[in-house]
């Protein structure tokens, strides 16, 4: 039944229609249409949609496939949902008597039940067993009430290799499965370890209450302090929001969502009747958590940690939602009486001060009374932005000024109310002593262009997220990790700001600390943070099945894969620089013009500097050199 109804949904819905109800900037080019991505934010289109073949591609981001897999994308729904609704659009009947994808379906389930299983050993070894005296202890110092354990289903891991396999395998569970589910660890040797040991559980749910995954804090000094499970066919941290699930109501009657960084600030607010709180699971929030959020509420608090990682962790922040968070096109005529199409944002976000050398868990349980008012008198996020960003510039220093303009261009130029963008123009301007036509008209050419060339010349993380350099990239640190001594010389002139993945720029950092160290591959990876462990080990599985190599042949590989990679960096940024020049070139901007024919010209130098040709095969035939 299930493949039936979906072949007929596919005749009888064509994929443009659906698309184009999502991307008015669709345009026909030929026999395809083109526009901009809804996937990422993109100010040249590089989202292409191919009516023959009733499938779509961006070559911005990577993401494609048919109306199916644009359905779950943009409305971040899984299969089911999916069908439902485009049967209900195409005048399809479901037939639910057969399962839609049984063996999906059945298998997502039986992992579903799995990690319930464990989150009931979890439970029970912190409540009543022996070995969870220690958990208990450490909650109950921590102020975390019995009822709040009941509610998030607090739990604890014991000290042991095996205590939670034993328990799965007693309940007809294979290893295989929960390796699947990630709750086991195998080793190189042969057999299995349970991954959480001696560590408080915190279990992670859907938005629908379903135990996904865990999150455990070592006890002591262990390391990583934090450990999450790793990405399973139903956990993806990065798409998951804590307390969601428990959060939903109360996000729904307030129309406000609060958003904290850790577990225990989520518990310490619930606890104290706060129950539209929820944790972002990371010191950033995700394109993919934004998703879940922005469906709840429409305000929307940051209110993480004051201290410096923390105010950098809210511009990431800030940058996520920005970009999540835009509502329809809007036609906006400037001052020539030319129109633009304008993005707005559908959501107010606003920023809560938390004192500085606290966090929200410390501040409310110890003065619950103060977390309304600090939620209620929370600032604008344009304010915050502004003040972060100019805090430290020298106003003798011409570069820090034209990088924090650039930086805020972007989110001034989305103010829709033209008195309101005036007022932070001018405070813009004066913060950095500088003309506010200027800050104006850095404004109009983010409209125009884009990102401006200093914009692309200072955010290494958003240079190059084409498909084939992540790949690269990627492969690129898994040869530095897999081959720390036979790759250092080639690690030691990687430019690592321009490194595109931040985990990747993090793997760097710490191989280069490490270049004196005689270690293996595993024990380098045990020392990185959670988060950085299951994106690591994933680039040691590239090597999986993979010949031994000499060391002369791993060396040189490591030498060629960088000049790839930076040959790639360059004609992705050749091809945004002349994107903008070719508008500035329509514009009749002269300033913009000659400003974009020194970057090209400084690019060119840049990569030549740092990416000298290491092999006849690219210097004669893929390198810049040779054009």
Request: charged letters at 25%; a negative charge.
């Amino acid at each position: 039944m299930a493949r039936d109804a979906v072949a007929e949904i596919r005749e009888r819905i064509d994929i443009v229609d659906l698309i184009q109800g999502y991307v008015p900037s669709l345009k026909r080019t030929g026999r395809s249409l083109k526009g901009l991505c809804p996937f990422h934010q993109e100010n040249t289109p590089s989202f292409v949609v191919f009516p023959d073949t009733q499938n779509f591609h961006c070559f911005g981001c990577g993401k494609g496939g048919d109306l199916f897999t644009f359905y779950m994308g943009v409305e971040h729904v899984e299969f089911r949902e999916a069908l439902n609704e485009l049967a209900s659009r195409a005048g399809v009947t479901l037939d639910f008597t057969t399962p839609i994808t049984p063996e999906h379906d059945a298998h997502r389930s039986r992992l579903l039940e799995i990690n319930g299983l464990a989150a009931t050993f979890y439970a029970h070894q912190l409540n009543n067993a022996p070995l969870g005296e220690v958990g208990r202890r450490i909650f109950a110092e921590r102020g975390v009430t019995s009822d709040m354990v009941s509610r998030f289903g607090l739990g604890f891991a014991p000290d042991s290799w095996d205590a939670l396999l034993s328990y799965l395998t007693s309940r007809n569970v294979t290893t295989e499965l929960a390796l699947e589910a990630g709750l086991v660890g195998e080793r190189p040797s042969g057999g299995y370890y349970d991954r959480f040991r001696n560590r408080l559980i915190f279990p992670i749910r859907d938005r629908d209450g379903n135990v996904v995954g865990f999150g455990g804090r070592a006890i002591g000094d262990a390391v990583p302090k934090y450990l999450n499970s790793p990405q399973t066919p139903v956990f993806d941290k990065s798409s998951l929001v804590y307390g969601l699930d428990l959060a939903r109501e109360a996000i729904r009657t307030s129309e406000e969502v609060v958003i904290v960084e850790g577990y225990m600030d989520v518990i310490a607010a619930h606890q104290f009747g706060y129950d539209n709180v929820v944790g972002a699971m990371g010191t950033a929030l995700t394109e993919g958590q934004v998703a879940q959020i922005k469906r709840a509420g429409k305000r929307i608090v940051l209110a993480l940690d004051a201290d410096t990682a923390g105010q950098m962790a809210t511009l990431r922040g800030l940058d996520t939602l920005r970009e999540s968070l835009g509502g329809d096109s809007q036609p906006v005529p400037d001052a020539m009486g030319i129109i633009h199409f304008e993005k707005r944002l559908r959501a107010e976000i606003r920023i809560a001060h938390i004192p500085e050398g606290k966090d929200p868990d410390e501040l409310i349980r110890r003065n619950p009374e103060r977390w309304p008012e600090i939620v209620k008198s929370a600032r604008p996020f344009l304010d915050f932005m502004i003040d972060v960003l100019t805090a430290h510039v020298s106003l003798d220093n011409a570069q820090e000024k034209s990088r924090v303009v650039a930086q805020l261009a972007p989110a001034l130029q989305q103010i829709s109310d033209r008195i309101v963008q005036g007022h932070y123009l001018s405070l813009v301007a004066r913060k950095l002593d500088i003309d506010e036509r200027i800050v104006l008209s850095e404004v109009r050419r983010s409209r125009i262009g884009g990102k401006t060339a200093a914009t692309r010349s200072t955010s290494a993380q958003s240079v190059g997220a084409t498909p084939s350099r992540r790949a690269t990239e990627d492969y690129l640190v898994a040869l530095f990790l897999k081959h720390h001594t036979l790759t250092l010389e080639v690690l030691q002139r990687t430019p690592v700001e321009e490194i595109g993945d931040a985990r990747n720029r993090e793997v760097i950092r710490l191989l280069l600390e490490l270049k004196d160290a005689e270690m293996s591959a595993e024990e380098i990876v045990a020392l990185l943070d959670d988060g950085l462990i299951e994106h690591a080990e994933n680039l040691l599985h590239m090597f999986d099945g993979r010949p031994e190599q000499f060391p002369g042949q791993i060396s040189r590989e490591a030498s060629q894969v960088l000049e790839l990679l930076g040959l790639e960096r360059f004609r992705f940024l050749i091809a945004q620089l002349n994107t903008t020049l070719q508008s500035a070139q329509q514009d009749k901007d002269q300033d913009a013009i000659d400003q974009m024919k020194v970057q090209i010209s400084l690019l060119a130098e840049r990569h030549r500097l740092f990416y000298p040709p290491v092999s006849p095969y690219f210097r004669d035939s893929r390198s810049p050199q040779s054009r």
